[in-house]
């Protein structure tokens, strides 16, 4: 299992639209792709003074699932125009993790 986690910041009058923006058409549209190996999309949100940070997580079987969704460069990060417009920063390149362990209580 492969974790792809991306960060972005808005600011506090543009963070309800951008997290209605992911949960309406990017969070949906990337579901609807059916991506073979692509298991599931998480949504993280925390104030920050005067920005919003944001946290994406996407599960994934393998790292040719994550190349799937991402393309050959698959560390570079994918914003749409749509968010790229409400958002103030993000980072440029995901990072991936192997999941080398999984424990619920």
């Known amino acids: 299992m492969i974790s792809r ?3 972005g ?3 506090n ?3 309800d639209a951008y997290e209605k923006l992911l949960k309406t058409e990017i969070f949906p549209g990337i579901v609807a792709k059916k991506i073979p190996g692509f298991r599931k999309i998480e949504l993280g949100r925390w104030p920050d003074g005067d920005e ?3 946290v994406t997580t996407m599960w994934f079987d393998n790292l040719d699932a ?3 969704f991402a ?3 698959y560390e570079v990060a994918v914003v749409p125009p749509a968010a790229r417009a409400l958002l103030k920063g993000f980072n440029d390149m995901a990072e ?4 080398r362990e999984t424990r619920e209580a």
């Open 96 to 99: 991936h993790f192997e999941v």
């Open 52 to 54: 919003v940070e944001f």
């Open 13 to 15: 009058q543009n963070a």
């Open 71 to 73: 393309g050959a460069r």
């Open 9 to 11: 910041w808005t600011t």
């Open 66 to 68: 994550v190349k799937a």
């Open 5 to 7: 986690i991306w960060y």
